[in-house]
């Protein structure tokens, strides 16, 4: 007859402190999205889970919120999931009726999502990428909260550096005699040289339950926040698009931010003002050591009264 063996975790912890989040990471798993007569999307993701843990116990169950992972995520792939972020809410709801004693469970996952497209002159076939960012948390007494997201890769010229050099130019052709009327369509039509940045643009949205966007366009509005969208492939008339549409639309890391926002409320009106909007931009600075970084958190409805105008 085989004892028993002791549930340790179960115990009580010598010293007998809360914690907020004891869970797993670093979990891979295939993910299935399926799409309206199309094939589906296959995603390599990675998970973090979460559970809080009570004063009085001295671990949670790992195996448990393993099997949780594996029993959500394996009908994630068998039944047809049109959001990444259910997923996890749905994981989340799971952990904490599996675990009696936790009253709040997060679910974080990232897997990268590619994207079919054209370059802008040429019109070549080519893919770009972007980090899917979805998560949920799930407690007792206000429900469960989904986001969604995405962190995408653009370039941005530095309007500071740009006026620098369009102040050079606009005295080089002083010498040369050429009338300040001719200057400035010149110069209107010729963007001077600006430093270029790599810029990471960052954007999330949390709702209570899922989200009400669709993750292609909040795509899109990242990619768009930036000075010019950048391709895998590009043939010298894309180069020459991506060079010139950058200078001509040169961005601080700050207007790339406040671009985000702008695009956000143009493309979901009926978000709800409660809804939680999360807006970073980092830029890989080229003359310079440090980089730049620059974020915006706010409820909804108080980014739309700024974009508004009405703050």
Same mark, same amino acid.
């Given at each position: 007859?085989?004892?028993?063996?002791? #549930?340790?975790?179960?115990?009580?912890?010598?010293?007998?402190?809360?914690?907020?989040?004891?869970?797993?990471?670093?979990?891979?798993?295939?993910?299935?999205?399926?799409?309206?007569?199309?094939?589906?999307?296959?995603?390599?993701?990675?998970?973090?889970?979460?559970?809080?843990?009570?004063?009085?116990?001295?671990?949670?169950?790992?195996?448990?919120?393993?099997?949780?992972? $594996?029993?959500?995520?394996?009908?994630?792939? %068998?039944?047809?999931?049109?959001?990444?972020?259910?997923?996890?809410? /749905?994981?989340?709801?799971?952990?904490?009726?599996?675990?009696?004693? !936790?009253?709040?469970?997060?679910?974080?996952? +990232?897997?990268?999502?590619?994207?079919?497209?054209?370059?802008?002159?040429?019109?070549?076939?080519?893919?770009?990428?972007? /980090?899917?960012?979805?998560?949920?948390?799930?407690?007792?007494?206000?429900?469960?909260?989904?986001?969604?997201?995405?962190?995408?890769?653009?370039?941005?010229?530095?309007?500071?550096?740009?006026?620098?050099?369009? %102040?050079?130019?606009?005295?080089?052709?002083?010498?040369? #005699?050429?009338?300040? /009327? !001719?200057?400035?369509?010149?110069?209107?039509?010729?963007?001077?040289?600006?430093?270029?940045?790599?810029?990471?643009? !960052?954007?999330?949205?949390?709702?209570?339950?899922?989200?009400?966007?669709?993750?292609? +366009?909040?795509?899109?509005?990242?990619?768009?926040?930036?000075?010019?969208?950048?391709?895998?492939?590009?043939?010298? *008339?894309?180069?020459?698009?991506?060079?010139?549409?950058?200078?001509?639309?040169?961005?601080?890391?700050?207007?790339?931010?406040?671009?985000?926002?702008?695009?956000?409320?143009?493309?979901? *009106?009926?978000? *709800?003002? $409660?809804?939680?909007? !999360?807006?970073?931009?980092?830029?890989?600075?080229?003359?310079?050591?440090?980089?730049?970084?620059?974020?915006?958190?706010? +409820?909804?409805?108080?980014?739309?009264?700024?974009?508004?105008?009405?703050?």
């Amino acid at each position: 007859m085989s004892q028993q063996l002791p #549930d340790v975790q179960a115990s009580s912890p010598e010293v007998t402190v809360g914690l907020n989040r004891v869970g797993v990471t670093g979990v891979e798993k295939l993910v299935k999205v399926a799409r309206p007569d199309q094939r589906p999307i296959i995603l390599m993701a990675e998970f973090e889970v979460f559970v809080d843990l009570p004063s009085w116990r001295k671990g949670a169950d790992m195996s448990r919120n393993m099997e949780v992972i $594996d029993e959500t995520l394996e009908e994630a792939v %068998s039944e047809p999931t049109y959001r990444v972020e259910d997923v996890c809410g /749905d994981t989340a709801e799971r952990l904490l009726d599996k675990h009696e004693y !936790t009253t709040k469970a997060e679910v974080r996952m +990232e897997a990268e999502y590619v994207i079919r497209e054209e370059t802008p002159e040429s019109g070549r076939p080519t893919q770009s990428s972007a /980090d899917i960012i979805a998560a949920a948390t799930a407690t007792e007494e206000e429900g469960t909260t989904e986001k969604i997201g995405a962190r995408v890769t653009g370039m941005t010229v530095c309007p500071c550096s740009q006026g620098m050099s369009a %102040s050079r130019a606009r005295e080089t052709l002083r010498g040369l #005699d050429i009338d300040d /009327d !001719t200057i400035d369509k010149f110069l209107e039509e010729a963007p001077q040289p600006g430093h270029s940045q790599r810029g990471h643009a !960052t954007l999330t949205i949390e709702s209570s339950g899922a989200p009400e966007v669709d993750l292609n +366009e909040l795509i899109e509005v990242a990619r768009d926040s930036m000075s010019a969208r950048i391709y895998n492939m590009a043939k010298r *008339p894309d180069e020459d698009h991506m060079t010139y549409q950058s200078h001509q639309n040169a961005k601080f890391v700050e207007d790339c931010v406040r671009s985000m926002a702008e695009g956000v409320v143009d493309e979901f *009106p009926d978000l *709800p003002d $409660d809804a939680i909007v !999360t807006m970073k931009q980092s830029n890989d600075e080229s003359i310079h050591q440090h980089n730049a970084h620059a974020e915006r958190v706010a +409820e909804f409805g108080t980014l739309r009264s700024e974009v508004d105008g009405q703050n």
